[in-house]
């Protein structure tokens, strides 16, 4: 019976898609109601989409797709489908060049975004393609590397978190032959991570939108990444964790240096050691751009090298006291600052949700601009409280 009704949903969803786009094709510039009416269609065509794929599970006819495909859902699989309406769709698109084609109808392109690849639960405005998104993601990681090398916990919604944390290591007794197990009693707390909403608009005007040669995709994602990642990586560094994240900077104090603005090369393998040795082997430096200016400028007091090591290979971090170092939005050495942090990322957890993009037609049109809204939810938590620890300049 779930056969027959897939088949009729997937007749269903061909006449829906038909219907949006004899709207598109035959009125240039949506009214106001006219895109509410588009707006209603494609909601529902989103809806019999999400049927079909239920269907389809509970069948057993194809494994749940790890991305929905409006439009191979809606037409089977390739052929060419005609339509009562005239409509005859022939292959799909490459879903990086559909991206590009949908971003330059300003989202009107409905088959475009059919073949599209959805990276949320679904809802059409706000369906990118995974390589679109992780090439935003890697983009982001030369903003901070945070968004690499910590824990990084990735979900399809902001629903709160509660992860269960360690906050105190148990001792482990010796047993006697035919003894008794010691009772265990651990100390634990609950880490909870919400979702926080970055975001950035980038106005693009309609001369850049009908020029062929600009690759629109690229030209967004690279002014998304420098400001959002600029963004997202001071509070991954120093966010308070009152209605925002927690950064790396709310560490355990492991040094309190004796100057306000500079630090010795004892003082720094002091932080490195009030990290357990457990924690070291993973174990990374995340330091402030002026404070590693500093750092640069420290030598063994034996040999007469330089303390921090270039990576031994392009696009490897350098290394200070044998532990990578990273540049992140930490505080500027200064009085009470924070200005490093070293131990293992491990004990960071940054919770993202996938990226989200949101066409802007009316906003900026008294100037013939296109608004491309991109966002995204982020958390962070330290959930290991012994794994990092902090370097605070002197108050005074």
Same mark, same amino acid.
Do not use: C
């Given at each position: 019976m779930s056969i027959d009704k897939i088949t009729n949903l997937r007749g269903k969803a061909a006449h829906q898609l038909a219907e949006l786009r004899r709207v598109?094709?035959?009125?240039?510039?949506?009214?106001?109601?006219?895109?509410?009416? $588009?707006?209603?269609?494609?909601?529902?065509?989103?809806?019999?989409?999400?049927?079909?794929?239920?269907?389809?599970?509970?069948?057993?006819?194809?494994?749940?797709?790890? $991305?929905?495909?409006?439009?191979?859902?809606?037409?089977?699989?390739?052929?060419?489908?005609?339509?009562?309406?005239?409509v005859e769709v022939v292959e799909k698109r490459d879903t990086m060049q559909a991206f590009g084609d949908w971003m330059r109808s300003r989202g009107t392109d409905v088959e475009a975004r059919s073949t599209m690849v959805t990276a949320t639960s679904g809802r059409g405005s706000q369906w990118?393609?995974?390589?679109?998104?992780?090439?935003?993601?890697?983009?982001?990681?030369l903003q901070t590397a945070l968004f690499d090398v910590a824990q990084v916990l990735d979900t399809q919604d902001g629903t709160t978190l509660n992860l269960p944390a360690s906050t105190a290591d148990e001792a482990t007794a010796l047993v006697a032959q035919e003894g008794s197990y010691t009772t265990p009693n651990p100390?634990?707390?609950?880490?909870?991570?919400?979702? *926080?909403? *970055?975001?950035?608009?980038?106005?693009?005007?309609?001369?850049?939108?009908?020029?062929?040669?600009?690759?629109?995709?690229?030209?967004? @994602?690279?002014? +998304?990444? @420098? *400001?959002?990642?600029?963004?997202?990586?001071? $509070?991954?560094?120093?966010?308070t964790g009152s209605s925002q994240p927690t950064g790396i900077a709310n560490a355990t104090t492991g +040094?309190?240096?004796?100057?306000?603005?500079?630090?010795?090369?004892?003082?720094?393998?002091d932080l490195q050691h009030s990290v357990a040795a457990p924690y070291r082997p993973n174990a990374a430096f995340f330091v402030n751009d002026t404070f590693l200016r500093n750092v640069r400028k420290l030598k063994g007091s034996g040999s007469g090298d330089y303390l921090l090591q270039p990576g031994l290979s392009a696009g490897a971090p350098a290394t200070l006291l044998g532990?990578?170092?990273?540049?992140?939005?930490?505080?500027?050495?200064?009085?009470?600052?924070?200005?490093?942090?070293?131990?293992?990322?491990?004990? $960071?957890?940054?919770?993202?949700?996938?990226?989200?993009?949101?066409?802007?037609?009316?906003t900026y049109g008294e100037t013939g601009h296109v608004g491309f809204r991109v966002s995204m939810r982020i958390d962070s938590k330290i959930a290991d409280s012994a794994s990092l620890r902090k370097l605070v300049q002197a108050a005074s």
């Open positions: 598109i094709e035959e009125n240039e510039v949506l009214t106001a109601e006219q895109a509410q009416e $588009f707006d209603r269609r494609e909601a529902e065509l989103d809806a019999t989409n999400e049927t079909i794929v239920r269907l389809e599970k509970i069948e057993g006819i194809a494994p749940a797709p790890q $991305f929905a495909e409006a439009r191979s859902i809606a037409l089977g699989d390739g052929e060419d489908v005609s339509i009562d309406e005239g990118v393609p995974q390589e679109w998104s992780n090439q935003l993601i890697q983009s982001l990681v100390t634990t707390a609950s880490v909870t991570l919400s979702a *926080y909403k *970055y975001g950035h608009i980038v106005k693009v005007s309609e001369e850049l939108l009908a020029d062929s040669i600009i690759d629109l995709p690229t030209y967004v @994602r690279n002014q +998304v990444s @420098r *400001y959002m990642g600029n963004q997202i990586g001071a $509070f991954l560094a120093t966010g +040094v309190t240096a004796a100057s306000t603005t500079a630090v010795t090369a004892d003082e720094l393998l532990s990578p170092v990273y540049i992140e939005q930490l505080a500027a050495p200064a009085a009470s600052a924070v200005p490093a942090v070293y131990g293992d990322p491990n004990g $960071f957890v940054v919770r993202r949700t996938p990226v989200e993009i949101k066409v802007l037609n009316e």
